[in-house]
């Protein structure tokens, strides 16, 4: 599902998707680009990504946090590993395992995840 979902992404670099799943429930998504309102084009005329341009997971987490649900004690499936900064904001959100397919090169997000006593794995791709 969040392969899926990356799909949905403007991005040229690398589309990212993120499925939050609590009680066998998906309770939020999101993909890697703008926030509302911008235009819907992620990289400038270099192919640098902007600096405004939003994560897949920081996506999925603040929109759980918009709705009535609560992303404590949840999953958080993503097709690639999570950066330092989205790391942060998944254990503030209390989710207890990311399950993530890509390895990233810079591993700072997965190592701070474990810090913190969150369930990391690794799939490697089924196809």
Not at 100 to 111: A, F, M, S, W
Request: aromatic share 6%; charged share 25%.
């Amino acid at each position: 599902m969040a392969r899926i979902w990356a799909e949905n992404s403007y991005c040229q670099r690398r589309q990212v998707g993120a499925i939050i799943v609590k009680d066998q429930m998906i309770i939020s998504d999101g993909f890697n680009g703008t926030p509302s309102g911008f235009e819907n084009i992620c990289e400038d005329e270099t192919g640098v990504t902007k600096p405004y341009v939003l994560h897949a997971e920081a996506n999925a987490i603040t929109k759980v946090a918009r709705s009535n649900n609560s992303s404590d004690g949840s999953t958080l499936y993503v097709t690639a590993s999570p950066c330092l900064e989205c790391a942060k904001l998944i254990i503030q959100a209390g989710i207890k395992r990311v399950v993530y397919n890509e390895l990233y090169r810079i591993t700072d997000g997965i190592d701070l995840l474990k810090r913190a006593g969150i369930e990391c794995i690794h799939i490697q791709d089924l196809d």
